[in-house]
């Protein structure tokens, strides 16, 4: 018993702490357009929001793919030709970016039925 009332309470906080969260980021000007994306919860926004900083410091949608290294990069000596994965890059990113992804599928979110 004394288990399980350790996890509702562990339970409780843990809500709080998300509540306050969102108090707190409700002001960031990026903060409704990043959890509008699919798979972008509170937690995942405020990480994300964290990682980046402000947004407008990446020119585009393809350079915040680049930081993350989520991109092939072209790989070719003479004439051979192919393209690897990145290495590098700002891993939390890329986790944010993926667990994000990971739950707009398991929500069975539209747009991310396309991608299957």
Known sequence: MEIASQALETREKLARLERDLETLMADHPDNALIHSLPGMGAILTEEFIACTGDIRRF?????????????????????????????GGDKALKRILYQGAFCAVATGHPLSKGCL
């Open 59 to 87: 020119a585009s949608a393809d350079a915040l793919a680049c930081a993350a290294a989520l991109v092939p990069v072209q790989r070719q000596s003479g004439k051979r030709a192919g393209w690897r994965r990145a290495y």
